[in-house]
């Protein structure tokens, strides 16, 4: 083995990563890390990677980790000329509106999102015509279409601050796509679906199928169980639970809080980070796989760095103008 697999691995389990690989895999994994950082410099490239990725992209290549909101942000001040979005299509898309000069890549073709393909630009042009002069308030897990058509983006970090600063200005808003979590934010702000918020019917396909009552069978069997979901799941569960956010908020109530365990009810990839930056711990499994978010690999990094030409990720300028207005509001009404 020569020294610099020696001392990639040493940094990997350092940052806890042996822990979650199996005996030899830990090998394998530096192997990877150790080209694709190598590829990454020689390309001065910046890897953006979710908090859905696993920890060997998160961790072990990543530059720029976090929730959408954090992301976005981050992809609007880096320096590097190649962004390679390791999450799903309309993050890079948001990334590639932020930076028209850079060139952005996403490392699968299968990286969608059931949020995003379940709403269009024209669907939003019909919604407005039904209900003129009403703000369109649009999460950040939609195409750049949907962005252009819109007047404010939010993520779940944000959502509930910006859409109270838009009842401030009317009395009524349109959000698009996320029923569920359009009905979970008109409950926090008191407001009624159909009455004061016009819903979409768009579902994440990870969060809508949890179970509340799986949380009674947790509670009894954890004592001083303490239960986090993410906003995209149903209103029952979310009724049943003690805290209610975006990832990042999610992390923080972790970190901030001393609860006999965690169920962190979400995508599998944040409660293995959780883990993993939480040691002492304990942390109960009740998540579901993204099929958009683990169509990643370490190898489809590779592969993408190793290709001379892989395709871009591009938006039409025309586009890409009107979308940014909207992801500018977001930041302007976020700050
Ligand atoms: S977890 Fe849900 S919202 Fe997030 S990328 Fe996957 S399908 Fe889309």
Redesign the pocket.
């Known amino acids: 083995m020569d020294g610099a697999l020696e001392e990639e691995i040493k940094r990997l389990t350092a940052l806890g990563l042996h822990r979650r690989c199996a005996e030899g895999a830990l090998e394998q994994v530096a192997a990877r890390t150790l080209e694709i950082n190598r590829l990454k410099k020689a390309r001065k490239a910046v890897i953006c990677a979710h908090v859905?990725q696993t920890p060997d992209i998160i961790l072990g290549v990543g530059d720029l980790v976090g929730d959408s909101y954090k992301l976005a942000d981050d992809c609007r001040k880096t320096q590097a000329e190649v962004i390679i979005f390791c999450g799903?299509h309309f993050m890079a898309e948001t990334a590639k509106i932020l930076n028209p000069s850079k060139k952005v890549y996403v490392p699968s073709k299968n990286a969608g999102?059931?949020?995003s393909e379940a709403i269009t630009g024209e669907d939003v042009r019909k919604l407005k015509a039904e209900h003129p002069g009403l703000p369109v308030v649009t999460y950040i897990?939609t195409s750049a279409e949907v962005k252009a058509e819109s007047d404010c983006i939010v993520t779940s970090a944000n959502a509930e601050k910006i859409l109270r600063k838009m009842y401030e200005g009317h009395e009524k808003v349109i959000f698009v796509p996320d029923r569920f979590m359009g009905a979970n934010l008109a409950k926090a702000l008191g407001k009624t679906p159909g009455k004061d918020i016009i819903l979409w019917k768009g579902t994440?396909?990870?969060?809508e199928h949890f179970n509340p009552e799986l949380i009674k069978v947790y509670r009894q069997r954890y004592p001083g169980l303490s239960v986090l979901a993410h906003a995209?799941c149903p209103s029952e569960l979310i009724a049943a639970v003690d805290f209610m956010g975006g990832t990042g908020d999610m992390m923080r109530y972790v970190e901030s809080t001393n609860a006999a365990a965690y169920l962190l009810v979400t995508?599998c990839g944040f409660g293995e980070l959780a883990k993993l930056k939480f040691p002492q711990k304990n942390f109960i499994a009740m998540c579901r796989l993204?099929p958009?978010?683990k169509s990643i690999t370490l190898d489809s990094v590779l592969a993408l760095l190793k290709d001379p030409h892989p395709e871009e990720v591009t938006v039409p300028a025309a586009i890409a103008a009107r979308a940014k207005r909207s992801i500018d509001k977001m930041f302007e009404l976020a700050a």
Request: net charge negative.
């Open positions: 859905y799903v999102c059931s949020l897990n994440c396909i990870v969060h995209e995508e993204c958009y978010m």
